[in-house]
């Protein structure tokens, strides 16, 4: 019975700590589950997706990001007009004070811009993200299937 309690707590320790290490945060910003699509071969661009949540008391920005997985990373957000979605570059994300903001496929997202090859499932990208307030916040995107909607541990 005391082995079975013992690994059943050590399984919640390891489930814990791989969900803290997909975590990032500084100050009062955090980052979690930051993740991007597979592309097929010959792709140009990829899509970075987060969850960003303020806990401080004071808006801040999210103003740019950079990967060497591409040549450039641009802030975009989805805006629909009748039936028809736009896609809109930004200069930058508000982050309200003690709020969070969502970055998902078919909303606002991270445009990895000029590729330098394919993203495969399961590797992990490094990407740096500079917020007005924090400061730059070192995070990994997770690659998960093709047709991804969300967010898969």
Do not use: C
Request: charged share 25%; net charge positive.
């Amino acid at each position: 019975m005391r082995l079975l309690m013992f690994l059943a707590a050590l399984a919640a320790s390891i489930a814990a700590f791989v969900t803290l290490a997909h975590n990032h945060e500084k100050g009062d910003i955090q980052v979690h589950h930051p993740w991007s699509r597979a592309t097929p071969p010959g792709a140009k661009v990829a899509a970075g997706y987060m969850e960003i949540r303020n806990r401080g008391a004071q808006p801040d920005r999210l103003l740019s990001a950079s990967t060497p997985a591409a040549q450039r990373v641009e802030l975009h957000v989805t805006e629909r007009e009748g039936d028809v979605a736009k896609m809109r570059q930004v200069k930058s994300y508000e982050i309200p004070a003690r709020e969070r903001y969502v970055l998902r496929p078919g909303g606002a997202h991270m445009m990895l811009v000029d590729i330098v090859q394919p993203l495969k499932k399961g590797e992990r990208v490094k990407m740096k993200l500079r917020f007005e307030r924090a400061g730059e916040i070192e995070v990994e995107l997770e690659v998960q299937d093709l047709g991804s909607r969300q967010h898969r541990h």
